[in-house]
């Protein structure tokens, strides 16, 4: 859990937080911070490619997604898509993209890169679990380490998603490992004894030097998430956990080449609507 405020950090710990609380919070904190998530970790995802997380692991190479060329034509959703660097990456396959995230702030960012790499990427402000998108108007949605982990509601967003899907539409997204959140955010030695209890649900909260809740990040485990997605009537195809990868000695937060080798810091859920 990687993060800051504009108004400094007060307190961090665990506590309940509920929908309203964490849109409003992590809204306000991406909009405060897009410039300086950029800063420090633009170069590791590019302009306009797809990465599915620290440790590296790139669509180009993982066809997760399918065959590159598969998906020229196809319509697709990236829900929060940041600075939309793997909208462009899609849309240089000959997709139609939309991206859509809860923050101008990182929209802003988006059309910061689209002006530099004259691209143009449709993109859209939202709620990921009230999406202002037609019934079955996607034959694929996506997200790397965007929106799910941010909403207290998840099947609230997987329900959103399988609306928005054509029949037999895939739905592929990545976030932390939840096996991390027994662990503390150290990417050292710290970071290898388990801490905390992984049936633990309660959603690491900051907040500022006010006392106002300003990031909330949401815990759940490997079989919740198995049945947000099969209440919302999809099939888990994959489920991936990808390695560090070779040459890649960046550290992320909690992320390092010496937890990565070790313990999975990414899952990657390959689902299709039934």
Known sequence: MDAGNAKGLGSAGYRPAGQAESVRANRHWWDAESHVYLDEHGDFLGGDDFVWGPEGLREEDAGLLGPASGLRGLDILEIGCGAA????????????????DLSAGMLRRARDLDDALGASTSLVQADATRLPLSNASFDLTCSSYGAVPFVADGGRLMSEVARVLRPGGRWVFSLTHPIRWAFPDDPGEGGLTVRYSYFDRTPYVETDSCGEVSYVEHHRTLGDRVAELVAAGFVLERLVEPEWQEGNDSTWGGWSPLRGRLIPGTVIFVCRLA
């Open 85 to 100: 660097q793997c909208s462009r990456w899609l849309a240089k396959q000959g997709a139609r993209v939309v991206g859509l």
